[in-house]
């Protein structure tokens, strides 16, 4: 019974970034389906929480790690409900702050997994893409932030009002250089932020790649010796 419990708990830590990256393509795959009407911020809420939830496992392989998630995690889960319940702005303002730091920091967290570990493996690879999904909703939320602090930094062709999906799908569209100028920011600090995720997406893909090259050296090494 214990070699079961064993391998089992192996086996799950050993598929971290599955989970995480599951909650992530979840997320992105629904929310244009779930996010309208008066029941889509609490059904977007609920995804985005599977995301925290599995954000905090992707990370655990380290105590110090798993508290400063945790830390970030459970104000963000907290104040994203109270903000559902109670409409309050500020509530709103104060979660995208402790999302923002959350998605940023498991981002990092990852990274430095994926850059870190000579042996490649699904979960690996499971990272990398977790890491590029992470990125854009990090953006995402940081343009949120803004547009909530400063209403107009942004401009859309449709004349519509912000919401948070629309800037996930700007935030992705920005971060894979599309440019299709339906979105446009408009004041220097929402043009900064859309300049560094376009150089920070192009960077990473080129830093994958290359970090793919290398390890595919130290394979054909192993196998010289």
């Given at each position: 019974?214990?070699?079961?419990?064993?391998?089992?708990?192996?086996?799950?830590?050993?598929?971290?970034?599955?989970?995480?990256?599951?909650?992530?393509?979840?997320?992105?795959?629904?929310?244009?389906?779930?996010?309208?009407?008066?029941?889509?911020?609490?059904?977007?809420?609920?995804?985005?929480?599977?995301?925290?939830?599995?954000?905090?496992?992707?990370?655990?392989?380290?105590?110090?790690?798993?508290?400063?998630?945790?830390?970030?995690?459970?104000?963000?889960?907290?104040?994203?409900?109270?903000?559902?319940?109670?409409?309050?702005?500020?509530?709103?303002?104060?979660?995208?702050?402790?999302?923002?730091?959350?998605?940023?920091?498991?981002?990092?967290?990852?990274?430095?997994?994926?850059?870190?570990?000579?042996?490649?493996?699904?979960?690996?690879?499971?990272?990398?893409?977790?890491?590029?999904?992470?990125?854009?909703?990090?953006?995402?939320?940081?343009?949120?932030?803004?547009?909530?602090?400063?209403?107009?930094?942004?401009?859309?062709?449709?004349?519509?009002?912000?919401?948070?999906?629309?800037?996930?799908?700007?935030?992705?569209?920005?971060?894979?250089?599309?440019?299709?100028?339906?979105?446009?920011?408009?004041t220097d600090q929402a043009r900064s932020l859309a300049l560094l995720e376009t150089v920070s997406g192009t960077l990473y893909i080129a830093v994958l790649i290359a970090r793919l090259v290398a390890a595919a050296g130290w394979r054909t090494d192993a196998a010289d010796e």
């Amino acid at each position: 019974m214990k070699n079961l419990l064993a391998r089992y708990l192996a086996r799950a830590r050993a598929m971290q970034f599955h989970y995480l990256l599951a909650s992530l393509v979840l997320l992105l795959a629904v929310y244009p389906y779930v996010s309208a009407g008066p029941t889509g911020p609490a059904a977007l809420k609920v995804l985005s929480s599977f995301v925290l939830i599995t954000g905090v496992y992707a990370v655990s392989n380290r105590r110090r790690q798993v508290v400063i998630a945790v830390l970030l995690a459970v104000p963000a889960f907290g104040l994203g409900w109270l903000h559902i319940i109670t409409g309050d702005p500020a509530l709103g303002s104060a979660e995208s702050v402790f999302t923002l730091l959350f998605y940023a920091f498991t981002a990092l967290v990852g990274l430095s997994r994926v850059l870190g570990t000579r042996r490649i493996t699904t979960d690996t690879i499971y990272g990398a893409v977790s890491v590029y999904l992470l990125m854009g909703l990090t953006w995402a939320t940081a343009y949120n932030l803004v547009e909530g602090i400063t209403p107009g930094s942004f401009s859309a062709e449709s004349g519509a009002g912000f919401t948070f999906p629309a800037f996930i799908y700007f935030s992705f569209v920005t971060l894979a250089t599309l440019g299709y100028g339906d979105i446009t920011p408009v004041t220097d600090q929402a043009r900064s932020l859309a300049l560094l995720e376009t150089v920070s997406g192009t960077l990473y893909i080129a830093v994958l790649i290359a970090r793919l090259v290398a390890a595919a050296g130290w394979r054909t090494d192993a196998a010289d010796e």
